[in-house]
């Protein structure tokens, strides 16, 4: 089982990612499901339009396709009565981008979505690589206050904060690390061979319309690490977080 754990469908400002396009090449490469989230636009404004889009392509898609669901923090109550209108259509995952949104991962502004994500049983996926809020320390210190719930580093701060990606993930145990970007033989082999995180809490993105996607998966299929981690890392480790 090969899971994608984060593509962007939509238009974006470097490109942008059709639905059609996406299961060609999920099935091009046998990757089986993508977790879905919209695209930058709607992510940062248009939270109700995107949400609609990648829910209305999931339905369409015989479970190949999972979405996530986004609200600007800014919107407060509403963000949250946005989610859960996301979640009757069929969302199972959060999605937040700190640079897109416009906030700081600890000043509590986000909180009432991960309450909602906590309620829900939802992973939680956080885009990093971004200065100064979107950033793998501060990700870690806001898991460290939710320990409950599951959360993604995207990027895993791809590429200026990579040094800082395996301190956070010492930090914060349900932290997760996200392979887009990352080459294995630095940055995804430090994680593998450290005691205190182990490729049990790496998980496969191509990220998706900002990557190659071959080379991403190529990546993971290169890397010399045991069959059972590796399927672990492709798909394994995220159909657990998400059931």
Known sequence: MIIDAHVRIGPGRSGGLGVGELVE??????????????????TAWDNRGGNDQVTAAAAASGGRLVPYAVANPWARGDAVAELARARDRGARALAVDPALQ????????????????????????????????????????????????????????????????????RHAPNLYADTSYAPWDTVLSEFARDPEIGAGRVVFSTDAPYTVPSAELARITDWPIPDDDRAAVLGGTLERLLD
């Open 25 to 42: 090449t999920m099935d091009r490469l046998g990757i089986d499901r993508a977790m879905i989230a919209p695209g930058e636009y709607a």
């Open 102 to 169: 416009g906030f700081d991962l600890l000043d509590g502004l986000v909180d009432p979505l991960l309450a909602f994500a906590q309620e829900s049983g939802w992973p939680v996926y956080v885009r990093t690589g971004s200065p100064p809020h979107a950033v793998p320390l501060p990700l870690a210190s806001l898991a460290r206050r939710w320990p409950s719930l599951a959360f993604v580093m995207g990027r895993s701060g791809a590429t200026d904060f990579w040094i800082d990606a395996a301190p956070a993930l």
